[in-house]
DNA sequence: CATGAATGAGGATTCATTCAT
DNA sequence: AATGAATGAATCCTCATTCAT
């Protein structure tokens, strides 16, 4: 990122490597702490640079952590979604589901930020931030969508519960995994998720004995709001 | 639990009364702010008393934001759990995640103060906060433990995931619920998860016959917001 | 103004002694330099505080340096206007130029302050201040109103001018006497500025023989805004 | 004043030309904001040049400001006194002071610049503007004086008492209208103030026979703006 | 016990000025 | 000559914590 330099790239850079490096180390401290316990000194520090100089690139603190966000969510965008066509619904969620995993597993605080710091903000619906995370979020949500529109999956828990538990399932899968400083196996805990969903959700026709009658039954189904199905 | 008092709410309690009073102040504070917002100061300002005041209670205040998560987890879990022996694994399951989200959704930034200031702290581990957010998470883990022990779920994904897919869906829940201010009904919430959790993962030999006679009971339904799927 | 203390009253005042000592201190540095040139450290220091502690008494520096000179306007119209109905409207006059002129004199640069740093404040004339910034200049501007009134002055020139007039001489006399750090005499200065004042705005009957001839020439005059008569 | 050049207005400029281009984009700032609101880099990119540049032509800002002030009273003493000889002592200090008004309407915070941050230093009146100031306000003087000398004028007044009641006036007049926004008439303030001057300070020799019809015409009179009176 | 004045270590931000390139 | 990255001292302001009264 820092680009063409011996080790130190502490003295002169351009303005573009001296801003994404500011955004690196940035990024990287995010990872650590939190919005608020970041000074623009610290930042300063580790990049070996005077407090003023980080203000010379971003007008903000703000700013900046904001812009970092964004870069994230515009890396993470710009991996290629693979070819949708080709594969099962399944496989698709649980690509889906793998390929957010590993990415929040990366990077958990930073996400953390995002939800914690910056989604409370009043304007952060008009942010841009706020356009790449549904985009990102969409991801999945499209693929449980298609999934439900193919008659794969059942229509009768809302699409929005479904993606909150699996974001909530990969969250809390890496904090715990934070916490503990210990791993967890990326692909198996992205099976794991997408079995308890897909079964928990698959229609009839895929689970022989049991769909018949319960099947039939779908057919004429509106949702409301949120969620499940009750029973006396 | 702010002082029983006449007029003059804010005088010469007891020791135990004026700590119990800042901490509700402040218990309620932190569910308005952060942590980070909260001042010395306003909290004072609001039990009435000078700034020192706190000091002479709280070595910290640091100290007293932890005391004030552990009493609010106490305070959880006193609540009683139930005559689990009369209810089905999956009744208890349902009950379980009903209360947590009720209680998370009551004080969703209470939660977010636990989860996000506390949790990342190099010392969270040796805190008694662990174990009591340890026990408060249990609740349901046993109660998922119990199914697969009894033979009701399946044992062939890890009931930490579970867990940590139920308590990702509350929390985002409850944060959507934040950021829209809007609601959600909590019944319906906790229920959708259940089905979702329990027909992914329960065994064989529950499901085969049931399903005519789960259809039958589904008869009479009432749909608030947020959920479920709908029969005729 | 600090009270009942040993001398260095530095220690443990009251809210009112510490915010009646920062606000004099601060009157005292506002006549040695500009807004801009205070700072709260140098307030602080002058005061054996730290910088905090201002901050504790006073919002804002700008709100601090605003009371200031609030306070110095509100001292300055306790001042005793004197029995105007026993004296002439010239003695009026030259008593209120008198006061104006020995009050500007005593902190000039305070006038200053008011009107380089605040007046152009695009809020002021909505700030307590305007009012009485008014109430000031108005003594003299009700003198010169009450003069032309009793048709002891012409009409012919605007009050407002010779407010200006008077204002503008009042200023500069005072600046001159800083640069120059010498001395004035204020009565003199009072006098002569009224001399000219009356002189060039009495009417006829004050002065006999002249006017014929002045009239005559008067004839052929066209005016516009703010002023004056011509002469061919 | 900015060099004229093809397209590209800033590139190689010969020392001069650059000095003077950012003198005169700084001079235009001067009058825009105030000292203190200026920065170098603004300035700098205003000359489309960059920060470092404005210090290889001037080794302080605040030498640049000072020479920026400098050279506008250069030009403004630049300006012909007109033919002295052929007019009146009053037509030249009526000329006088519409010429000092018409300069401090034009660019009215430069004059606060000069009178405001520059007068106050300590080594002002060693500054070379010092004497470009008096040189400019001794062309009211002179008048003054030589109105005096020619017996127009009585002495009984101090001549730099006079001298400040104009600018006084003058700069009252001004800070009115930059505060108000509105405009004003150069040539109406400068008879009014020329009138009262005149009329409070001219020779008995003068007036004798005026008076008896200005008195009579006085009656009916309207005012419009902020003057005048209107004859028939 | 209680008060509240005072502290002091930061924190974000600004900007004239320097200097390697 | 010119550039513009970097500096660092200064500025206003915040707040947990201490301690004289």
Redesign the pocket.
């Known amino acids: 990122m820092a680009a063409r330099r011996p080790k130190r790239t502490?003295?002169?850079?351009?303005?573009d490597?001296?801003m994404s490096e500011i955004m690196s180390v940035t990024r990287q401290m995010l990872a650590e702490m939190g919005y608020?316990n970041?000074?623009?000194?610290?930042?300063?520090q580790r990049?070996?640079?005077?407090?003023?100089?980080?203000?010379?690139?971003?007008?903000?603190?703000?700013?900046?952590l904001i812009k970092v966000a964004e870069a994230w969510f515009e890396e993470l965008l710009s991996v290629d979604e693979g070819d949708e066509a080709e594969t099962s619904p399944r496989e698709r969620l649980r690509r889906e589901i793998g390929y957010a995993l590993s990415i929040i597993r990366k990077e958990p605080t930073l996400t953390r930020y995002v939800l914690m710091e910056l989604r409370p903000d009043p304007e952060y619906r008009s942010m841009h931030l706020y356009q790449l995370n549904r985009q990102f979020t969409n991801r999945i949500r499209n693929a449980l969508t298609a999934a439900v529109a193919s008659g794969d999956l059942r229509s009768d828990v809302s699409v929005d519960l479904l993606r909150d538990m699996i974001f909530g399932s990969i969250e809390h899968q890496t904090w715990a995994f934070l916490r503990d400083e210990g791993d967890f196996d990326v692909e198996a805990a992205a099976e794991g998720i997408t079995t308890v969903i897909w079964r928990g959700m698959q229609t009839a026709r895929d689970t022989p004995h049991r769909e018949t009658r319960f099947a039939e039954r779908e057919s004429p189904t509106r949702h409301r709001c949120h969620a499940g199905h009750r029973e006396p």
């Open positions: 502490t003295y002169r850079l351009s303005r490597e001296r608020k970041i000074t623009t000194l610290e930042i300063a990049c070996h640079l005077s407090e003023g100089a980080i203000f010379r690139h971003f007008p903000t603190k703000r700013d900046l």
